[in-house]
C-alpha cells in the first residue's frame, strides 16, 4: 500500500463519516425517512448502517512479530500472505 493509497482511503473514510453525520441530521432535525436522507446525501444503505466489529488480534500480532524476527530477510510481506 502506497503512502498516496493510505491518504486516499483516510480521506474516502471522512467523507464517508460526514456522510453519516448528514443523514442523522436530515433525519433528526427535517425528519425525513433514512432512505430519503441518504438519497439526498448519496450514501449506500450498508455504509450507514455498517458497525464495526472489535477485533482482538493481540495474539496474531504477537506471533507475526515472533515470525519477523526469526526469519528478518522474509519481512512482513511474506507473513501477510
Same mark, same amino acid.
Given at each position: ?8 482511503? /483516510?480521506? +474516502?473514510?471522512?467523507?464517508?463519516t460526514?456522510k ?5 441530521f436530515?433525519?433528526? +432535525?427535517?425528519?425525513? @425517512? +433514512?432512505?430519503? @436522507?441518504? =438519497?439526498?446525501?448519496?450514501?449506500? =444503505? @450498508?455504509?450507514?448502517? %455498517?458497525?464495526?466489529?472489535? @477485533? ?6 504477537? /506471533? ?5 524476527? +526469526?526469519?528478518? =530477510?522474509?519481512? %512482513? ?5
Open positions: 500500500m502506497t503512502v498516496s493509497h493510505m491518504a486516499r482511503h /483516510r480521506s +474516502e473514510r471522512r467523507w464517508r460526514a453519516r453525520k448528514a443523514v442523522g436530515l433525519m433528526g +432535525e427535517l425528519g425525513l @425517512s +433514512e432512505r430519503q @436522507s441518504r =438519497r439526498i446525501v448519496g450514501l449506500a =444503505r @450498508s455504509v450507514q448502517q %455498517y458497525r464495526p466489529v472489535d @477485533s482482538n488480534d493481540d495474539a496474531v500480532l504477537e /506471533r507475526m512479530r515472533v515470525l519477523a524476527s +526469526e526469519n528478518r =530477510r522474509h519481512g %512482513y510481506l511474506r507473513l501477510l500472505l
